[in-house]
């Protein structure tokens, strides 16, 4: 049987890359008629890792439930839930910790690039050679550094405890998320190893779409703290403005080569998802057009594709007493599931 878990930060508005990677895959999976148990998650508890306003917080977090039922997330099928409401995800990931080398997580690219991109706020551009784990880097830049937490150098031990509290077996999420799932089978292994066989192995449900990347900047990816992103309630002016004013590559023809053409390529990879034509069909349709027309259509189109997401979003916003009771149901169901896992896990480690 298939269990799923999946879970996305409240740290900002959704972007198209988020839908595209993630959610978009969580609700095709939703209907599948294996599914045994799935799981939405607002990773509120991992969205503290990096600063964050305390003032606005419990608004995010409400805004992104408000954005996964808009989505078309249906909570009568799968479970919506807050991570800081279910304890149990925290308690399991104390003891992933402590079973797992510190060195695997200073490792991790998502951890590295997250201090380069500090220490470069603060101290402008790295040289080339730039690596965290020489310590010659990690002195005279980590001691000031607050933003870097130990939170968010434990963080892939939350996230391999939120899968495995539910003992999913898949986990949809974009390609960023890979040495997160590598790491939780790393734990998985250890566990089974020193405590006797609890845990299966973990896949990654992977899409087209899973590394949408920026607009400015197509080696980066699309995220959400640069604000280049298109968010899913941008309004049309917004979309249109940031379509138009997306880099190109140089020359004019409108083709698929992700190594020769990445802005490009990332654009028209919007498109063929959005339109649901093939390369082909886009690639004739463009031929002798410029950049200006195929922009335009491709702001028309994603324009399109968001206007129901919107208008559903603004009636959940309304209505936001019945998203927190609809989150509490979910959240009753999860904590019986975690409870169990919990209980089995603390007679194997000798803490019952
Ligand atoms: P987060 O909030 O950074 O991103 C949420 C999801 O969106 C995907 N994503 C993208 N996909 C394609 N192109 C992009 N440009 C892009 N940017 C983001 C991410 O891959 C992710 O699937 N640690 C996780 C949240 C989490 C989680 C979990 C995920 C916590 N516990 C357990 C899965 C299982 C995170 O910060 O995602």
Same mark, same amino acid.
């Given at each position: *049987? ?5 879970? $996305? ?18 609700? &095709? ?11 939405? *998650?607002?990773?509120?508890?991992? #969205? ?7 003032? /606005? ?78 310590? /010659?880097?990690? =002195? #005279? ?33 974009? =390609? ?23 845990? #299966?192995?973990?896949?990654?449900? $992977? ?14 990816? *699309?995220? /959400?703290?640069?604000? &280049? ?25 409108? $083709? ?11 654009? $028209? ?40 997401? =919107? ?35 603390? =007679? ?5």
């Amino acid at each position: *049987m298939t269990r799923i878990l999946s879970g $996305i930060r409240p740290s900002g508005k959704l972007h198209l890359g988020n839908y595209l990677g993630a959610i978009k895959n969580w609700i &095709e999976l939703q209907d599948r008629q294996d599914i045994d148990l799935a799981v939405f *998650m607002i990773a509120d508890y991992h #969205g503290i890792t990096t600063p964050f306003d305390p003032k /606005k917080y419990s608004e995010q977090i409400l805004e992104t439930a408000c954005e996964f039922l808009a989505a078309g997330l249906d909570y009568k099928k799968v479970l919506l839930i807050r991570q800081s409401q279910i304890p149990q995800h925290t308690e399991l990931a104390w003891i992933f910790s402590s079973i797992t080398p510190e060195t695997f997580f200073r490792r991790l690219p998502t951890f590295t690039e997250k201090i380069k991109e500090v220490i470069e706020k603060k101290v402008g551009v790295l040289p080339e050679d730039f690596d965290i784990n020489k310590t /010659k880097y990690l =002195q #005279g830049y980590f001691q000031d550094i607050p933003d870097i937490s130990l939170g968010l150098l434990a963080y892939p031990a939350l996230m391999a405890a939120d899968i495995l509290i539910y003992k999913a077996n898949l986990v949809p999420v974009g =390609q960023d998320q890979l040495p997160h799932i590598y790491l939780t089978n790393e734990i998985v292994k250890r566990f089974n190893s020193k405590f006797g066989e609890t845990f #299966g192995v973990v896949k990654e449900y $992977i899409a087209e779409g899973a590394k949408i990347m920026s607009l400015q900047n197509p080696k980066q990816k *699309m995220s /959400k703290s640069a604000d &280049e992103g298109i968010a899913l309630n941008d309004s049309p002016s917004e979309i249109k403005e940031k379509i138009k004013k997306a880099v190109t590559d140089s020359g004019k023809e409108i $083709i698929y080569e992700p190594q020769k053409k990445p802005a490009i390529s990332n654009l $028209i990879t919007l498109y063929k998802i959005f339109s649901r034509k093939s390369l082909e069909e886009i690639k004739n349709q463009y031929e002798g057009k410029t950049y200006i027309q195929f922009k335009d259509d491709l702001a028309e189109i994603i324009i399109e594709f968001l206007k129901p997401f =919107q208008k559903r979003y603004s009636e959940f916003k309304s209505d936001s007493e019945e998203v927190k009771k609809i989150l509490e149901i979910s959240e009753g169901i999860a904590r019986n599931e975690a409870k169990k896992t919990l209980h089995e896990i603390k =007679q194997k480690i000798g803490l019952l």
